[in-house]
């Protein structure tokens, strides 16, 4: 199956929570993707973390990953150099490891399109160090 975009963790939550500021723009961009989304296991931890211990919100974001929507992308120990080489190349921003393994995966998977509501980070990486991503939503709340 063909994944055409990536997932970041704050564009889940945005999508999970209603009350978010997000959550309308995220779900307008999502509603216009070809499903599956592409997250890494990364931002699923990041997901998990932030969610926190409470059950309501750990349940709705059980129900979304198995949903269909996802697809997770792999990344096997013998290609973290690469996610290490990343971090390092943006130690100014600085990016941290989810972000890298997005960032890593657009390129291994030739995919340029990520929702995600960091836009002031996925505007300044780019895939191969030239391709810049193509950030959904396109505008800002």
Not at 45 to 69: C, K, P, Q, Y
Not at 74 to 92: C, F, K, Q, V
Not at 108 to 133: A, M, N, P, W
Request: charged share 25%.
């Amino acid at each position: 199956m063909a994944v055409s975009c990536l997932i970041d963790t704050g564009a889940i939550l945005a999508l999970l929570d209603s009350q978010d500021r997000w959550h309308a723009l995220c779900a307008e961009a999502f509603e216009g993707l070809r499903l599956p989304l592409l997250p890494s296991s990364a931002v699923l931890t990041e997901l998990f973390h932030l969610v926190g211990d409470n059950r309501r919100d750990m349940e709705a974001a059980w129900t979304f990953i198995r949903s269909g929507a996802l697809m997770l992308g792999a990344i096997p120990g013998g290609e973290l150099p690469e996610i290490h080489a990343l971090m390092s190349r943006y130690w100014d921003r600085p990016m941290d490891f989810a972000d890298a393994t997005l960032v890593y995966l657009a390129r291994r998977e030739s995919i340029s399109t990520i929702l995600t509501v960091d836009h002031s980070d996925f505007q300044t990486y780019c895939i191969e160090g030239r391709r810049k991503f193509r950030v959904l939503p396109s505008r800002r709340p």
